[in-house]
């Protein structure tokens, strides 16, 4: 099982500002097969990028997914009070063939 | 465009059988899409359980495997989840969802279960 790893668990920072996130795998990902998501309190969660490097429908270009191999990171350009959420990545393989990270809190500093 | 409705009992009893069901609206089931069941504990990550398509077989997550079972009804367009055996570390925010390119791009807003005799 490829294990996702996400860091920082907690990353505050002040809307406007640059935000990376980062998600490791423990073995080689094709770049296809890493998605990313945001989640907010008591909301499912939204699909931000998959592909890698892919915006879905309607997702702002502040947000940008980039990596290949086993490192991976989103990051938001300039952050906006509605981007302060939690965010995971995924990875799609053999089995389980899905899997998550443990999730990255984007909090207000 | 499509939208998920979970539904289904908020309380299962220990040792009971979780039983959930997803309405498709707005689109068929019946696609070339799969549609997957998604779980996250109280304060945790997201797990997958499993994925079904209309005309093949489901897969389900291995940790989770001899528990479950994901169905489809194209009659109704919807698909459903059956978890038996379930206990306290059951309890989670169940969502539903359409895969797609090796992701999942349309959700259910969740349904809560909790495990609780």
């Known amino acids: 099982e490829i294990v996702l790893t996400q860091s920082p668990g907690t990353l505050s920072l002040s809307p406007g500002e640059r935000a990376t996130l980062s998600c490791r795998a423990s073995?080689?990902?094709?770049?296809?097969?890493l998605a990313w998501y945001q989640q907010k309190p008591g909301q499912a969660p939204r699909l931000l990028v998959y592909?890698?490097?892919i915006r879905a429908t309607g997702i702002p270009d502040r947000f940008s997914g980039s990596g290949s191999g086993t490192d991976f990171t989103l990051t938001i350009s300039r952050l906006e009070a509605e981007d302060f959420a939690v965010y995971y990545c995924?990875?799609?393989?053999?089995?389980?063939?899905?899997?998550f990270g443990q999730g990255t809190k984007l909090e207000i500093k | 465009q499509v939208q998920l409705q979970e539904s289904g009992p908020g309380l299962v009893k220990p040792s009971g059988t979780l039983s959930l069901s997803c309405a498709v609206s707005?689109?068929?089931?019946?696609?070339?899409?799969?549609w997957s069941w998604v779980r996250q504990a109280p304060g945790k990550g997201l797990e997958w359980i499993g994925e079904?398509?209309?005309?093949?077989?489901?897969s389900y997550n291995p940790s989770l495997r001899g528990r479950v079972t994901i169905s489809v009804d194209k009659s109704k367009d919807q698909f459903s989840l059956s978890l038996s055996s379930v206990t306290a570390a059951d309890t989670a925010v169940y969502y539903c969802?359409?895969?797609?390119?090796?992701?999942?791009?349309?959700w259910g807003k969740g349904t809560t279960v909790t495990v609780s005799s």
């Open positions: 969802a359409r895969n797609a390119i090796y992701c999942m791009d349309v």
């Open positions: 707005g689109g068929s089931i019946s696609t070339n899409n799969w």
């Open positions: 079904i398509h209309h005309s093949a077989k489901p």
């Open positions: 073995q080689s990902v094709s770049r296809t097969y």
């Open positions: 592909g890698a490097s």
């Open positions: 995924q990875q799609y393989a053999t089995s389980p063939l899905y899997t």
